[in-house]
């Protein structure tokens, strides 16, 4: 088992969140990392059920904010349907992921990993305008 240490940045670098998770394979795909990290993020969550969720999606019947997504009713987050979702914001680039300064474009993408591997998340926000 390794545990990993995933990064949410942004463009120019900053760091927004830190999360750890483990994988059972030193040999592993993306899709196996994505579904790990979404199903932490959930479980940590749901173990208290904070004001804020602070996750890669943004789970359904909650308010984007500073902090996280609000959630308006403090209940139980499904963690199957934010994989689902998760996976379909990165097949539609909703978000980019860099593992040892590569970009990964195929969740199904065989990668080596070690407790050394550097993963950054980068999600695009959109621009607001007229």
Request: proline content about 2%; hydrophobic content about 35%.
């Amino acid at each position: 088992m390794t545990t990993l240490i995933i990064k949410d940045e942004t463009a120019s670098g900053n760091i927004l969140n830190e999360i750890r998770i483990k994988v059972e394979n030193e040999r592993t795909t993306l899709k196996d990392i994505i579904t790990a990290r979404v199903l932490t993020e959930v479980q940590v969550y749901n173990s208290s059920k904070p004001e804020y969720f602070k996750g890669l999606i943004q789970p359904s019947d909650t308010e984007k904010t500073l902090n996280g997504f609000r959630v308006k009713k403090r209940k139980s987050i499904d963690g199957e349907q934010q994989v689902y979702v998760a996976l379909d914001a990165f097949m539609r680039n909703g978000f980019f992921v860099i593992v040892d300064d590569e970009q990964i474009t195929d969740y199904d993408q065989e990668i080596l990993v070690s407790s050394e591997t550097k993963i950054s998340f980068l999600k695009l926000t959109p621009l607001v305008g007229g």
